[in-house]
């Protein structure tokens, strides 16, 4: 055997071994989240408008991104931005980091910076901030389990556990409620 032939005979041997080394380490892509499957429907820079069983807009929404479950319908929404209207027709607006919403649109889970922000230029000014919401459009409710702050001009009012109806714009605080108000003279 010369020379030639083995190297040539080697460098078939290393190309071999190098292709079968690349091919095992290729990128596969992501890994899927989750339980392992892939959403059956993504959505990007979208909005939606969900309608009550009359057929009168019960919430719209706004978001860069929705995924929705392939085994149980579920939908995860990015930075979501829900539009809910109250009883004369002006929205309220809820934002958060991260959004879920069940099976069938009757609970929206919204968490992490849940900022909720009253209808502009209609009563008083309000905001709540909370880190957990679950809203039930069709029940007219929201409640939290967790700390919530409302703000108005010239108030703070906070408390643990908190429920409120989105019709008549009445709440209730169930523990560990503070109270800040500043008269106008001091403001």
Known sequence: MNWRTGLGAG???AAALFGWSAW???????APAGNGLRPDYVMRDFELIGLDDDGK???ALR??????SA???TMTV???LFLLPDADGNYWQLRSKTGWIDARGDELRLRDDVVGTSPEGIGVPTRFETTRLNVFPDRNLASSDARVT??????????????????TK???FKSQVKSRYVPKSAR
């Open 11 to 13: 460098l078939a041997v």
């Open 24 to 30: 095992r380490q290729r990128d596969t892509g992501p």
């Open 57 to 59: 807009e019960s919430l």
């Open 63 to 68: 978001a860069p991104m929705l995924e929705r």
């Open 71 to 73: 085994t149980d319908q």
């Open 78 to 80: 990015t930075t979501p």
């Open 150 to 167: 409302i703000t108005q001009p010239g108030s703070i009012l906070s408390g643990v556990g908190f429920e409120t109806n989105t019709k």
């Open 170 to 172: 009445h709440y209730v």
